[in-house]
């Protein structure tokens, strides 16, 4: 029993710490937006600015699950935070967008990679009697990195230290690369061999009509979610402190994600991911509508509570709905459409916010994302797991 859980600790650690530098490389980005106002650029240039990053990881999607199978997990991590490493450098070239633009789009890319190498990883690796409990433990890295490099990254700015602002991201990148040499190899690696048809086929794949509402509903729940991204243009306006929410979400993911993590073994994941959402959305509402310090921090409390169960359920069923040989594409392809929503929530509130201001805008969000999953968990999702019960 002890070697069993020896062995489950150290596969966490090896996914945890890769998993947590690899998302601080993009949290420490979530208050970008006040930098690239000081720079004078325009709404519509900071939106495509932010916005690249997500559609490059988007796109990237399928090509991170061919690398996987194709050149292995350790190798594919270790290159992905190199690419990372070289985005977050070019950011220091702000005197034309250009750069910029390069930058989030080469970092958008390796991002992209690397979690879907992780996300594929735990999937082979972790037995589905754990899984539940292993992603929340995990993904806990996800969030923590908005309590420590997002208001560190916030401070640095708010002192007009733009060059250490700047700097974090080269330094974070170079740990993923490292930490991603220490993770080790998948059986199903070593068992199987690299051509298309050993792992499944993308028709296969789309044949499950459930694994196409399920990303549907993480499209949903990612739009609201990229809401993040523009949260600072709604404190900067109001006079606020954007970390307030910001490390609210990760405080109460993280606790979600500690206390509740064995629930999520038994829990019904199908039943509950789009309440998760609906959560998050009427979040964004509330603080849209009364913004405030204090409300950031409520408002935060409740998104962190959506997204801290939320997140874990959406991979936990990634697994739950597929056989293993589908699941390094339905990982990619389930994380490809989630980076959708993060492309095109920058661009609608760098569109819309000349036109109908920033309260409006993320009330728009709220309510359409919200009242799209309510109707999916009404209509499909309550009903799917009334049927797995007979």
Known sequence: ???????????????????????????????????????NFSPEATGWILGIYYLAAMLIRPFGGWLLENFGIRRTLVWSGMLNFIGCSLLFFKQSA?????????????????????????????????????????????????????????????????????????????????????????????????????????????????????ILTGTLISIV???????SLLATEKGLVASYFLSSIAVAAVVVRLTGSALLNVLPRV???????????????LLSLFPSNGVFIVGGVLFGIGIGAGWP??????ADLLNPVLRPKGTATALLLYDGGFFITPLIVGYFLPHFGTTWTFIAIGLTTGGALALLGVFYWLPFYRKSLL
């Open 1 to 39: 029993m002890f070697a069993k859980m020896s062995q489950d600790f150290k596969l966490l650690i090896n996914l945890f710490l890769p998993f947590f530098f690899i998302h601080c490389t993009m949290h420490v980005y979530l208050i970008y937006a006040r930098l690239l106002q000081n720079y």
């Open 98 to 214: 250009v750069p910029l633009f390069i930058g989030r789009a080469l970092s958008g890319a390796s991002f992209s990679v690397y979690t879907t190498g992780l996300f594929s990883y735990q999937a082979l690796c972790v037995p589905e009697k754990t899984r539940g409990a292993m992603l929340s433990l995990l993904v806990v890295g996800g969030v923590l990195s908005m309590t420590t490099v997002t208001p560190l990254g916030e401070w640095f700015l708010l002192i007009s230290q733009d060059t250490l602002y700047l700097a974090l991201g080269p330094v974070l990148s170079a740990l993923c690369c490292f930490l991603g040499g220490k993770v080790g190899v998948a059986a199903t690696e070593d068992s199987r061999g690299c051509g298309e048809e050993s792992w499944g086929s993308y028709s296969e794949l789309f044949s499950s009509r459930a694994f196409l509402f399920l």
């Open 225 to 231: 979610d990229a809401i993040t991204v523009n949260i």
């Open 271 to 285: 039943a509950l991911l789009a309440p998760c959402g609906v959560l998050m959305a009427c979040s964004m509402i």
């Open 313 to 318: 359920m959406f991979h936990a069923l990634i």
